[in-house]
């Protein structure tokens, strides 16, 4: 048997057509490593990184005080670990024996008292192990008859050296086939064509459609990530891929599993948890409370429930669920198992976590992925998967031992987490048939090829000396005792010659190079300087004149687009109605279209499940924390006063707890600390508007009709109406008064009451009205939060306050609960006909009969809409009409976000699903 060595042969490699591969193997340093053990009958049990690290954590934690490395490790204890330990390794294969006697080899004396207490088994220590037992013994020559080295013999560690020499004396025949001292030709470069590309996906489409290669050819490629991506576009066989910055879906449960500690708990990451594919907690019971939590923003009011118990939604989604066993039974021991996964989400951990807390639920998580990993059904990649996350789990628990104390805090926890977690190499793809061979280095080509095609010849991956961080007396220290340390100098020297060996053994070399990935600039890599001062200018050519391209032809596709149209004729639909509400009723009057594929075809919106975004979240919390004043408050002025004096904190905490917590993510802390101080003054500033009307609360988010009452509200013309008020008051006189509440700013609720378009409290009046016979609604008006100031036109202002805003209403012939019943029959009748008017982009001013049309004639709510004219005086001219829609998403429009005196949530677009808008 003879074996092929290189130091770059672990993995892919190109082995030409015509080599003989019977008796013959080519080997990397860990393929050698596996078969000299293999005939030596050793075995050493190489635990992963993160393991060996934790271990080494444990090991230097006495012997860093007063060292060089004690504030370092003070700040990133594991990631230290890390460096130390790489060291070490690196030192191990130069043939360090872990011992140093010098005091002033300062780093090799902290790593050699480490060393005493370190016995953790990685690659550099099965290397010594093999290097030993073959100095002692002959155990290769009757099973093998010849190494050869492929690859200069100064590049490879020197305790392999010691090996291959010992293995050479002992009578097995070691073939240094690369010369060390000689020096390398000039590469040939008529053979060499270089090929230009303005971005590396530009060369990857190209490189797709080659549709054959000469024989023994071979593509130089690393990012065979993206590669992959555009010849999956182009249906082609897929290359071999190994994604270095990956996060696979499994893995993350030990990074979000962990995240559960933290406190404040991210929102975001809890969602995470429990939609990840594979957890301990049964899928419809994440599926209840992932939902759950998108809907409220948090786990929900605490209420009393039929078993007379307060809970909140969270809590009463988890006491209803049927936790079950293996038998389908359910039980109290299942209940408990699975709640290990659930309970720390809600508890206390202001003054840290317990060590015993943390590894009973490493412990349990373990459990799990032992049981899944014994599934035979189970795909093999989850299960590698798997392995890796008890790999991880078991490095946590050993690096947890080294903190002090037996409560840690959750900024230590993260630390290890994230020097534990890591971004872990998994095939993407295995290379399928009819793939050309692509390896990542021009090393990894075993056997000469006879063309070579360096698809990525750009940016070089960067080199380090493993050895920089040694003195000139420490380097000099360890040669001294019979370390052999290789010079980077000379690395880089020897690199460049074996790059020009290889290629030159090509008959065709040619060299892609591409300017830009993306928007980065990448820059040259040497093998282009290196031609170009050869050549004395680069042998560029026309890159489709190389090999055989896959014919392709241009053509343009016809897209259906929503034009725009006036109406949409859809033919007559048999459509019953719904129990509308105000929003509902808006959305019919101005955007009918919406309403049709909203209400009528029931598509529902796609951001849905989403977190609300922060300006939203504020209203939530807001509404929330008023809801509760008041409620508690018991029509108590005062004791609403006192409540939020004294309680504002603890309630706040509580609302967002409720339906906030996506605002206790750091980027929101500014966000936050001014909605505080906003909150509180709006608050006092209610009351004191209350005291001055002489109103008493009846309550907050009151339902019309009751939502436990039979009744319903019939709204004439309009049918089966429900609406939620925000406040509901009485006055002096017994008559109703209605608040609707609103976060924000903007001067659009004023506008909407001076020109009396105002349909949600005049839609919340009628309801009032009608639900309480006998009783009339003596005001109705909007209580801007952030402003602190009531917008009516039922109030008169306070003389020297800015506490109530006076608006005046424009005079209208047709009340406007009448234009709103007359609006509801008009559009109606439209979607029943099929007739659903857009007028989106449209002129509507010359088209007949059309809402905007008809607005006089029937009495209707006037439509929203933007006039141009031209002239002024009695010259001016109606030049056109168009109706206002939610905002168009329109590239060539600049929108200054700064300039926008909106909050971005009130703005909104048309109906995401069927006209390609932003929501």
């Known amino acids: 048997m003879t074996i092929h060595f290189s130091t770059h042969y672990d993995g892919e490699i190109f082995v030409n057509s015509h080599t003989d591969?019977?008796?013959?193997?080519?080997?990397?340093?860990?393929?050698?490593?596996?078969?000299?053990?293999?005939?030596?009958g050793l075995h050493t049990e190489v635990k992963?990184?993160?393991?060996?690290?934790?271990?080494?954590?444990?090991?230097?934690?006495?012997?860093?005080?007063?060292?060089?490395?004690?504030?370092?490790?003070?700040?990133?204890?594991?990631?230290?670990?890390?460096?130390?330990?790489?060291?070490?390794?690196?030192?191990?294969?130069?043939?360090?024996?872990?011992?140093c006697d010098d005091?002033?080899?300062?780093?090799?004396?902290?790593?050699?008292?480490?060393?005493?207490?370190?016995h953790s088994s990685g690659i550099a220590d099965a290397w010594v192990k093999v290097r030993d037992a073959y100095k002692s013994a002959d155990m290769l020559s009757d099973r093998v008859d010849e190494i050869v080295v492929d690859c200069p013999w100064s590049e490879i560690p020197f305790i392999v050296q010691d090996t291959l020499d010992s293995i050479s004396k002992n009578g097995v025949k070691v073939t240094k086939k690369v010369l060390e001292n000689e020096e390398q030709a000039k590469l040939d470069?008529?053979?060499?064509?270089?090929?230009?590309?303005?971005?590396?996906?530009?060369?990857?489409?190209w490189f797709a459609q080659i549709e054959s290669m000469p024989e023994d050819s071979v593509v130089i490629n690393r990012d065979n990530v993206l590669l992959n991506h555009i010849l999956y576009t182009w249906d082609k066989p897929l290359v071999h891929s190994s994604l270095t910055q990956t996060n696979p879906q499994l893995l993350q449960f030990f990074k979000l599993g962990m995240s559960i500690f933290s406190r404040p708990l991210n929102i975001q990451n809890l969602i995470s948890y429990l939609q990840l594919p594979m957890s301990p907690i049964p899928g419809a019971l994440r599926y209840k409370l992932s939902k759950m939590l998108l809907q409220h923003g948090g786990f929900g009011n605490k209420t009393k429930r039929e078993d007379g118990e307060v809970r909140d939604e969270w809590e009463q989604t988890i006491h209803e669920f049927e936790f079950v066993n293996k038998e389908g039974k359910a039980t109290p021991q299942a209940?408990?198992?699975?709640?290990?996964?659930?309970?720390?989400?809600?508890?206390?951990?202001?003054?840290?976590?317990?060590k015993d807390e943390l590894m009973g639920y490493l412990d349990s998580l373990n459990k799990w992925a032992i049981g899944h990993y014994a599934d035979v059904d189970l795909a093999e990649e989850k299960k590698a998967q798997l392995h890796e996350l008890q790999t991880f789990i078991s490095s946590f628990k050993t690096s947890l031992q080294s903190l002090s104390g037996e409560i840690v805090q959750y900024s230590d926890i993260e630390k290890l987490v994230l020097q534990i977690y890591r971004p872990m190499n998994y095939a993407l793809n295995q290379t399928e048939n009819g793939a050309f061979c692509v390896v990542n280095d021009i090393r990894q080509v075993a056997t000469p090829a006879k063309t070579i095609l360096w698809l990525d010849c750009q940016d070089e991956d960067g080199e380090n000396d493993s050895y920089d961080f040694l003195t000139k007396y420490e380097k000099e220290y360890l040669c001294g005792h019979g370390v052999k340390l290789p010079g980077f100098a000379n690395h880089l020297s020897t690199a460049r010659k074996e790059h020009l060996r290889i290629l030159s053994q090509a008959d065709t070399v040619i060299l892609v190079h591409s300017a830009y990935n993306g928007t980065t600039r990448l820059g040259e890599h040497s093998m282009i300087a290196e031609v170009r001062h050869t050549?004395?200018?680069?042998?560029?050519?026309?890159?489709?004149?190389?090999?055989?391209?896959?014919?392709?032809?241009?053509?343009?596709?016809?897209?259906?687009?929503f034009a725009p149209v006036a109406a949409l004729e859809l033919g007559a639909i048999d459509y019953k109605g719904r129990k509308e509400s105000n929003s509902s009723l808006d959305t019919l009057i101005q955007l009918p279209f919406n309403y049709v594929v909203q209400y009528v075809a029931k598509l529902n919106e796609p951001n849905e499940e989403q977190l609300k975004n922060t300006h939203i979240t504020l209203g939530l919390v807001a509404h929330n924390f008023f809801e509760h004043i008041i409620d508690d408050g018991k029509s108590d002025l005062q004791l609403m006063r006192q409540l939020t004096e004294d309680e504002f904190d603890q309630r706040l905490e509580n609302s967002i707890d409720a339906t906030g917590l996506i605002m206790r993510l750091l980027e929101n802390t500014s966000s936050?600390?001014?909605?505080?101080?906003?909150?509180?003054?709006s608050m006092l500033s209610l009351i004191d508007i209350m005291e001055h009307l002489n109103l008493t609360p009846v309550g907050c988010e009151v339902s019309i009709p009751d939502e436990y009452s039979q009744k319903k509200l019939e709204l004439k013309t309009i049918g089966d109406f429900?609406?939620?008020?925000?406040?509901?008051?009485?006055?002096?006189?017994?008559?109703?008064?209605?608040?609707?509440?609103?976060?924000?700013?903007?001067?659009?609720?004023?506008?909407?009451?001076?020109?009396?378009?105002?349909?949600?409290?005049?839609?919340?009046?009628?309801?009032?009205?009608?639900?309480?016979?006998?009783?009339?609604?003596?005001?109705v008006g909007y209580y801007m939060m952030p402003r602190k100031q009531l917008i009516t036109s039922d109030y008169d202002e306070i003389s020297g306050s800015k506490l109530i805003k006076h608006v005046d209403p424009a005079n209208i012939i047709v009340p406007l609960i009448q234009q709103i019943k007359n609006s509801y029959a008009f559009r109606m009748d439209e979607i029943r006909r099929g007739h659903i008017e857009e007028a989106e982009t449209v002129d509507i001013k010359d088209i007949d009969n059309c809402y905007h049309a008809k607005e006089e004639e029937l009495g209707l709510c006037p439509l929203s809409v933007t006039e141009k004219t031209t002239g002024r005086g009695k010259s001016k001219q109606l030049i056109s009409v168009t109706k206002e829609s939610e905002h168009v998403f329109n590239p060539s429009k600049k929108l200054s976000f700064e300039d926008e005196k909106k909050e971005p949530c009130e703005i909104a677009t048309s109906h995401a699903i069927l006209k390609g808008r932003l929501k």
């Open 335 to 354: 209940r408990a198992k699975k709640m290990a996964f659930l309970s720390p989400i809600r508890n206390d951990y202001a003054d840290g976590i317990s």
């Open 722 to 779: 429900g609406a939620r008020i925000d406040f509901l008051l009485n006055d002096a006189s017994g008559r109703y008064v209605i608040f609707d509440f609103k976060w924000s700013y903007s001067q659009y609720y004023g506008k909407k009451l001076e020109e009396n378009t105002a349909i949600q409290l005049e839609l919340y009046r009628e309801a009032v009205k009608q639900m309480y016979t006998g009783k009339d609604v003596a005001a």
């Open 672 to 681: 936050l600390g001014e909605f505080r101080i906003h909150l509180k003054d």
């Open 48 to 99: 992963s990184d993160v393991e060996r690290e934790a271990e080494y954590l444990n090991a230097m934690t006495p012997c860093i005080s007063g060292t060089m490395f004690e504030n370092a490790f003070n700040v990133d204890k594991i990631g230290v670990a890390g460096k130390l330990l790489g060291w070490r390794d690196n030192l191990i294969m130069a043939g360090w024996d872990g011992a």
């Open 189 to 205: 470069t008529s053979k060499v064509k270089v090929v230009d590309f303005p971005d590396i996906n530009d060369a990857y489409e």
């Open 21 to 40: 591969l019977m008796g013959i193997t080519y080997v990397g340093p860990t393929g050698l490593l596996k078969q000299l053990e293999l005939r030596a």
């Open 103 to 118: 005091q002033k080899a300062k780093k090799l004396t902290i790593l050699a008292t480490i060393e005493e207490s370190f």
């Open 535 to 561: 050549a004395g200018k680069l042998p560029t050519c026309d890159r489709n004149s190389l090999f055989p391209m896959v014919k392709t032809t241009e053509k343009t596709a016809d897209v259906d687009r």
